[in-house]
C-alpha cells in the first residue's frame, strides 16, 4: 500500500506563488495533483508519468509546474500567479502502472491518494 503525504498548501494573495509536496512511502509509475473544492468533482491539473512526461490541464498550464525527485519519492507542484479560482484542497494521487496520456489526469485511474492540503486565495 502505497502512502502519500501532501504538504505546502496555506493562505496565499492572488498572483503569490507556493509550491506543494507530495512524500511517497515508495515509487509509483505515475503521480498527479487533483484539485476538488465543496460539490464539485475532483479535477486533474497536473501529473508526471513514463520516463519525464508531464501533462497539464488547460487551466493551469503556463502557471501550474510539476515535477518529482524519484530519489526522495517526492513530487512537487508549483504553484504561481495564483487565482482566486486555484482556491482548493489539492491532492496527490499515485499508481502502479503505466497510462497513456488521454489518462493521466482521470481520478479513476489512480489507485493511492493523499489526504489533501487546502489552498486558500485570497484576492
Not at 49 to 72: C, E, L, Q
Request: glycine share 8%; net charge neutral; aromatic share 12%.
Amino acid at each position: 500500500h502505497v502512502q502519500l503525504v501532501e504538504s505546502g498548501g496555506g493562505p496565499v494573495q492572488a498572483g503569490g506563488s507556493l509550491r506543494l509536496s507530495c512524500a511517497a512511502s515508495e515509487y509509483t509509475y505515475s503521480m498527479a495533483w487533483f484539485r476538488q473544492t465543496p460539490g464539485n468533482p475532483r479535477e486533474g491539473v497536473a501529473a508526471s508519468y513514463g520516463i519525464d512526461r508531464t501533462t497539464y490541464a488547460n487551466s493551469v498550464k503556463g502557471r501550474f509546474t510539476i515535477s518529482r525527485d524519484n530519489a526522495k519519492k517526492i513530487l512537487y507542484l508549483q504553484i504561481d500567479s495564483l487565482k482566486p479560482e486555484d482556491a482548493a484542497m489539492y491532492y496527490c494521487a499515485a499508481d502502479k502502472y503505466a497510462m497513456v496520456a488521454a489518462q493521466v489526469l482521470l481520478p479513476a485511474q489512480y489507485e493511492y491518494w493523499g489526504q489533501g492540503t487546502q489552498v486558500t486565495v485570497s484576492s
